[in-house]
DNA sequence: GATGAATGAGCCTTCATTCAT
DNA sequence: GATGAATGAAGGCTCATTCAT
């Protein structure tokens, strides 16, 4: 869209209009980016607005309200989650340890595990407590993925002879999951991104030692 | 806590002067409320203030400004937390699966784990990613937990023939605890406080079988 | 006004192409009933344009600035009410008495005294007392008015033995056709048009009781 | 209230604290003269607290919101009207023409009757039709303000031999009072006061012959 | 002509902080 | 020590105006 029009500020040429979705979404990275750099409290539209490099008359007049603005990057957190482990799923083999494979690896993909991702869910997850809207958005996607992740499971166990609730296994690995993403925010010196995939490998493996080793899955899953 | 920490609003039992120390407790209790009921990124002096039932003036007399009332806060709840499983370690007979035993079932304790704590943990959680400094004040703490329990479980995997590095080990039964306790924040309906228990169990003894099972430490630890 | 006026939102009946006079004029209309459901204070240029079913920028392409399309609205209406009475006169026999009564009828003329008129003026009165420019609209309108009231108040005295200065019989009876006017837009449950009009030729046979009764002229009038 | 303690700004001394009622009517005075000067539509906050010599912030400290401020300002001249009026009628005898006589020069008194207030009425006459929160606050007093210039028309009928409905009588005077009001400020070279005073006079005389001139109540009544 | 995205000034409001009492 | 009125900086929001398409 020609590099006439760019009003630039440093950043590659940017167009004066976009569409409705497009400049959206523009935003929506904006204010994923503004939460992780400056936390939940300290947004301000202005921030999200310089960042993207916009005026931030503009945040209002395409989301009415923070408030909005807010509610709706978290929900399409939520829902960029919930495609990409759906999405991974569906491209495992259908058998219950490399389905439990890709659930794990899912979480560990780059596009959704980027830095500024993980700090945002956090800042999320510390002011939901307070906000049902917010726990409104999210609850349904983790239902839906505990269940996922719990059908695994009980499928797992039908296959082995493990002494586990597969509810029990389930919870674990699901909060371990959620934990090691904790660790790369918040540790000062954080382990890397390979040993916590091997961390959650170990945890599945403790629960379902013939399907799993702290490697990965075993060659007879 | 205990008496000096009294809250009323207004009512004849407060008293007018109290010490120094007994005022700032009251009031970082107020703090601990206030978070818990309107999220961090909402909570201001006149709440804090309101919920102690006294005056405005008075939060910053005593801790000059907001950001050291909510510095100390975080200090305190962190201080209490490693109280308590300092604590509950040195009671606890010293063998490595009763040690484990003490450091899961303090996590537990109801003086720490009521929900207005648990949902300020949280908040402080979810600001702590962008705030040095509140990273500051929990890192030591946290190191300190986490040495603790990888000694634990280093001794537990010198006394068994267990197949996992105990530092794995150690991570997950960490991330465990952590998990179950955000899950009693953010789940619309969270599992009672005895399944939170037996999950933890489930995980020490998935690593640990000889040591654990899900139902608390083997008679032979 | 007329057939120019069309009013839809979208519909296909919208010409896409109007004449630039009748493009004013609809927005003008729309002005006027903007003005009279949200009051002046709250009328913006985007509460006009949707009301007209335009774009917004359309408005700012007609009138330039919002201070002009308010004040052009005001000389519109100013200079309608002006048209209005200046024709009943016209028509009406030139007799003093037969005059006042086509001046008096005039005002409640139900093109010009509708709801939506009635209260467009009402809150320009309101601003007009600190907007020079908007006195200056109506001042010489109204100046012209009372003239014409005066010079007709004159001649029914010199008609008949009156005791009143026709100065302060003008100014009664033109304060007395404002006041049902401003009765029929602020009281709660205003009382009927013709109600009004039986008030306002009781003012007139008041002062002038061989020409008027509260019915209306006298047939000696 | 010592010089000591001021902060001028020009304006004589002005204490550092005052209650808050009087605050609150300070606030309002201020709020009356800006309205006065620069209308309802552009009376801002900052406007108000400048006059009067204020911080911005201490008028939401005070009233909450503009909204309020506003309406609170209403509701203040409007029972400043009404109890100027009861009280002039309570002062004067209690025979119906100088009970009217009363009524009159009530609505002349200095004090109600500055180009001041005379400007805020207009203000809020002007945005009362499109809201019914303002129409409510002034509905009931005038309500009894009628009822009571009604009562006084009636008792005048009863004795003299009028030819007129005492409701139309009394609605006439009302208007005629309302419509040198508005005189006073809208007109370009307004008449005087003293000549506004003989205009109402004349009102009355020309339905109560017997009981008023154009310069006031006979001598027999 | 017409549209609506984009801008930015100005306003209301909140709230941490100060300070006279 | 304690109170609460007062201040002023900063943020969210509105909206008149501009302008690329």
Redesign the interface.
Known sequence: MGEAAVKSKGEPSQPRKLSRAARRQQLIEATIETI??????RTTLTDVANRAGLSHGLVNFHFETKERLLTETLMFLSEEYRANWVAALAAAPDTPALQLDALIRADFNPEICTPARL?AW??????????PLY?EQC?SN?DAYFRAMLDICERLAAEGRY???PT??A??L???L???W??M????SPYSRAEAL??VY??A???F?DHFT?DGPTAAA
Chains 1, 2, 3, 4 share one sequence.
């Open positions: 992780a750099e400056r936390g939940y409290a700090a956090c800042a999320y997850w510390g002011e939901a407590q307070c906000r726990q609850g983790d002494r586990y609730n029990l296994a919870r674990v699901r909060v371990t959620e934990g090691v904790l660790d925010m918040t540790m000062n091997t961390t170990a945890c493996a403790a629960f030692p702290q």
